[in-house]
Every structure is written in structure tokens, then in C-alpha cells.
């Protein structure tokens, strides 16, 4: 079986979203959430995984343990979702795949979402939750952060809120099909139009207007990661799928850190839609890229 066919499961998935809202233009927040908590469809259970609910700097989180797990070390992950739908619960099973691969716990926090709470209120929760990882004795290199979409926005900003703080940065950051470019102009926008089975412009304006709400900024270093300065940051993996609206989102941060220095990891895989590791469990072109990314982390 191709890598296309695999990608099926993910491209239908994201289908009936779109089709489903077009459906009907009017409908809630709340009705978009139950809709994007259908994420976890795509990925299959991790074996070997077991889940705690906890809270972490008033945050409400989801440890993923896989049995055997380094517990000294932890995956700070934020959920995609366009900063306003997504969950710990939508994404518990990616964060588990991730972990167990990597020999590692993951925490995936529930941060305050738009367009009740806009930026910068998603990264004051992912910084807090990441110091409170520093009072419960995890040493900042034994921190990863990751995420995906405007997760993998998230997991990049944060650490560059922790920088702009002076406090000691994580020793990876991993990047799922982030979403950094809240101008909108990047050119796979249009030339992947056709291919991408989720991500439109359309979508982004609605997304990024909840989230920067009336105060925020488009080339705000900490809500575009694309207008940032990379002296100093922790070594870097981004993936995306060829066909994916925000595949240039990947290819130009890869660009920009390693211009400033960074050790950077760049994946692109042929036939695969936005956040292809959600096909974890079900699909090697996932499972194998979960592999390199472990390969990759345990080379450091």
C-alpha cells in the first residue's frame, strides 16, 4: 500500500469537516470543538500507554506513560486546532505514539482557547506548565516541546517567550505541520489549495481573527514565529505532508533557524495531508516517521 492510500483514512476524515462546515457557515464554536474532537479517529491506540489526568500551574493536562518511559524526561505538547478547538483528549493517542518512540513521557495541556481567551493567553499557559515541570525536578534539557498545527506554533513560541524571560530553554522542539504564518501569504496556500483536504485561507482568516482578537498582531514575533529571531534555539524537527496548504510554513522556519544557527531536521513526505503523524498506528508513512523522529531525538 502507497503512502496516498494510507493517507485516505486522514483525507476522508478532513473531508466530511469541510464538507460539514460549508454545510452550514453559522456553526458554534462549541459545535466546531465536538467536530475536531474526532481527531483522534485517525490514530490507533498506542500499545503500552497508559493516561493521567492532572493540572499543572491551574492547567488541566494529560500524561501519556508509556511503560518502560524515561521518567526523568517529558514532551510539553500543545494540541492543533487553530488555538480554538483541539484537546488533550483529541490528541492523547499522537502524544503517546510520540512518546513511546522517543523512550519518554508526554504532558498534553488543554491551554485557554480563542476566542474566549486570544493570544497571548495560550502561551502564558504553556510557559507556566513548562516552569512547573522545572519545580517538579525536570531538568530543562530533558524538556521537549512539541506540537502541532498552531500547536507547533505554540511549542516554538513558547520557547521563545522563555528566552525573551531568561529561562533555561528545552532541549528539543518538535513541529508537526506547524501553522506559523498569520499574514497568510504563503505561496503553498494556493498552489496546495486543491490537494489539501482541511486547510483553506478561509479557514486561517476565521482561526487567526479568533485568536489575535481586536489587540494581537500578524507579524508579532510570538504569535508568527516566521518574523522571530532563532539566535539560541534548541535544536529543531519539522515535518509536514507535499500536499498541505502550510507546507512552505515548515520549509521557511527551517530556512530561517538555520540561518540563525539551529540545528534543523526538516521532513517532507510525498502524499501526505496536515499533521500525517495523527495516522500513527494505522499508516507507516506515520509510523516511520515517528522512527526517524526517534532516531533523530536519541542522536543528540
Known sequence: MGNTDQSDFLRTLYRSWSDR????????????????????????????????????????ALWALPVGADTKKVILYTHGGGFAVGSAASHRKLA???????????????????????????????????????SRGFKPTDITTSGDSAGGNLAIATVLKLRADGVALPGAVIAFSPWLDMEHVGKTLQTNAATDALVSKAILEGMSGMFLGEKGSRVDPLANPLKADYTGFPRLYINAGEVETLLDNAQDLARIAKAAGVSVTLSVVAGMQHVFPFLAGRAAAADDELRRIAQWFKSA
Open 21 to 60: 462546515m460549508a454545510a452550514n457557515p453559522e456553526m458554534t464554536i462549541a459545535d466546531l470543538r465536538s467536530l475536531f474532537d474526532e481527531w483522534h479517529q485517525s490514530t490507533l491506540e498506542p500499545e503500552g500507554v497508559t493516561y493521567k489526568s492532572d493540572v499543572l500551574s491551574g492547567v488541566d
Open 96 to 134: 503517546g505514539h510520540l512518546a513511546k518512540h522517543l523512550g519518554v513521557t508526554a504532558v498534553v495541556i488543554d491551554y485557554r482557547r480563542a476566542p474566549e481567551h486570544p493570544f497571548p493567553a495560550q502561551i502564558e499557559d504553556a510557559t507556566a506548565v513548562y516552569k512547573e515541570l522545572l
